[in-house]
């Protein structure tokens, strides 16, 4: 069962919003969905379905609330499949977050499946912010496939978190695709979190621009294992991949793992990678100006994640996601989003 | 010193005896003695690893150098025992050789933490942000500082000049009652460095005082000092007027490495 909730009530221009079952008797006459698409519908329960008709431009962000079950005897699965038709565009925020009464020694299992069809020219955000609780264990898999010309952007957010998989498959199946990948997460006390990436260039043309910043502390476990694999025939492909760690106490662990792995020749490519800890002269000089040592490194942490929250494309997303990131440096343990409603 | 009666009303700022400091094991400091007073402006000169950066460093209190003897007051309280930032907020200022790049946090969101965190230390409320813009404002013209630059992250691309006169703008941000810079004109062009030290004079009252750490005589040009001392292999060697300096710059490091062989 779906436990997914939208906050768009009626959408207009053709748009649909429905589990699938309903939704098959909304689309417009004519349209089918792409193969892909039924064939998760087939493998889930009943997937929710975002449809945005060709050249449907919604212009206001849509938000989702998953509320992940506390106390289920099997897991919770939850899927989602969302449709963009040829130049649709659209921006989907999905809010996670577990509810119901904590049950002593039992995990909150859940499972998110989230496909992603952009047909040609299309151009979707999708941001999925966690903000859950350390008695959940999820598994997150979003996966993006995407037309010539289309343009992506995924961003996975961890601000309070169990035991996390979150893994991003991404295919360019039509030339001239972009995709930016971005993935951030906050972990601390024994929170676990292990970030896959997959960007397959199948065709000419693509772009790819991945970051992923994780910040670790006391015995939080945490990996990015990120691969971009250039076909052959793939030609002219642009790949950029960014893992930067921050690594805090003799305690946390942060493994990172880059891969590339190129068939052709006429690519530009690159990855970088870098596990460290805040800098010694960076918190000494702020110390010096009279900032207390605590506030040097709560504004040094935020400063690390900047990058990240900058390239948010949403604005109120953008400014409540500084304010969040802010409160969980500081130690905010109260995992509860004010702007979801319960 | 007998043509410069000093009033009987000096007012003692930093007095610093027999300090001996060293970092990873290795002693850098080996004895410093030195008395500022209110109004003074002090030179510090001497070659490279005499230990110029290293007292400024320790004075400042970076955690990374080990005091292993002696004492430094600043108006008569124990410097070496406040937490940096209880050293910034008692009135000292360090003005860095090489200032540090904070990629992510804005020069207005890092100042605002800074003279907030002052007015805290001395059960004031935070500062109302009009008038924190204001202050902004008015202080960014002593050293000719672009709005542009204050809008951006620390020092982050800032050209060497252009970080310097932002060491510069944030003393005068902060209004230290004992300022030192440390090498403040290394790195600067001409007119760059007329900037820097006029700020620095523009600031200069006869309640505050300033140490200027400086391999050349140059700065001293624009930055008259009332003494000049010599620092060589961790001690002060030399101590005297402008003239010192003058000598020195004409007869170089030579001439103080044969005085103490």
């Not at chain 2, 252009?162 to 004992?178: D, G, S």
Request: proline fraction near 4%; include cysteine.
């Amino acid at each position: 069962m779906s436990s997914l909730e939208g906050t768009v009530k009626r959408p207009e221009g053709g748009v649909v919003l429905a589990p699938m079952s309903q939704a098959m008797g909304m689309l417009p006459a004519g349209v089918s969905l792409p193969e892909g698409a039924l064939a998760t519908a087939a493998g889930n329960a009943d997937p929710l379905l975002l449809y945005v008709p060709a050249g449907v431009r919604i212009p206001q962000p849509l938000q989702l609330v998953n509320k992940l079950q506390r106390g289920r005897a099997d897991a919770d699965i939850s899927a989602l499949t969302i449709v963009l038709g040829k130049d649709a565009s659209a921006k989907l925020l999905v809010c996670q977050h577990t509810v119901g009464d904590v049950v002593a020694d039992t995990k909150a299992v859940n499972d998110n499946k989230v496909e992603i069809f952009l047909a040609e020219g299309a151009s979707f955000d999708y941001y999925d912010l966690e903000e859950t609780s350390e008695d959940t264990v999820r598994h997150s898999l979003v996966s993006v496939h995407q037309q010539a010309g289309s343009k992506a952007l995924l961003d996975i957010l961890t601000l309070y978190n169990g035991d996390t998989h979150n893994e991003c498959r991404c295919e360019f199946l039509g030339e001239g695709a972009e995709l930016k990948l971005y993935g951030m997460a906050i972990c601390d006390r024994q929170r676990r979190l292990r970030f896959d990436t997959h960007i397959d260039h199948l065709v000419p043309h693509c772009h790819s621009d991945e970051l992923y910043k994780i910040s670790a502390s006391d015995r939080a476990d945490c990996s990015f294992c990120g691969r971009i694999k250039v076909h052959e025939g793939a030609v002219g492909t642009e790949a950029y991949q960014s893992s930067r760690n921050l690594l805090d106490g003799t305690d946390a662990r942060i493994q990172a793992r880059p891969e590339l792995e190129i068939y052709n020749d006429d690519v530009k490519c690159n990855h970088g990678c870098a596990i460290g800890q805040l800098d010694p002269m960076e918190v000494f000089y702020m110390r010096t100006r009279g900032i207390p040592e605590h506030q040097a490194r709560l504004l040094l942490r935020q400063a690390f994640m900047a990058d990240v929250i900058d390239a948010i494309t949403i604005p109120a997303l953008n400014q409540r996601l500084r304010l969040l990131v802010e409160r969980r440096f500081a130690g905010d343990s109260d995992a509860a989003c004010g702007a979801c409603s319960h | 010193m007998g043509c410069c009666p000093i009033p009987d009303t000096k007012t003692m700022m930093l007095k610093i005896q027999d300090l001996h400091a060293e970092i990873n094991g290795r002693e850098i400091l080996r004895g410093i003695d030195l008395e500022v007073n209110a109004g003074e402006v002090h030179a510090i000169m001497g070659p490279n690893g005499s230990g110029k950066s290293t007292l400024s460093m320790v004075l400042a209190g970076n955690p990374a150098y080990t005091v292993t003897g002696g004492s430094a007051t600043l108006d008569g309280k124990d410097l070496l025992a406040m937490e940096p930032e209880v050293r910034s907020h008692e009135g000292l200022f360090l003005g860095f050789q090489y200032p540090v790049e904070i990629p992510g946090v804005s020069m207005v969101n890092f100042m605002r933490a800074a003279i907030n965190a002052k007015r805290e230390y001395f059960g004031e409320p935070p500062m109302p942000s009009t008038e924190f813009l204001k202050l902004m404002r008015d202080k960014r013209a002593v050293v000719e500082l672009d709005n542009k630059l204050a809008s951006r992250s620390v020092n982050e691309g800032f050209s060497g000049g252009e970080k310097k006169r932002n060491e510069i703008f944030q003393m005068a941000m902060l209004e230290p009652k004992l300022s030192i810079l440390d090498e403040t004109d290394s790195g600067l062009d001409i007119d760059a460095l007329r900037v820097v030290a006029n700020g620095v004079n523009k600031l200069k009252t006869p309640d505050n005082a300033t140490i200027v750490i400086t391999h050349y005589q140059r700065l001293l040009d624009y930055i008259r000092p009332d003494f000049v001392h010599i620092l060589y292999k961790g001690k002060i060697v030399m101590t005297g007027g402008p003239e010192l300096a003058l000598e020195l710059e004409e007869r170089g490091y030579d001439w103080i490495k044969e005085q103490m062989s």
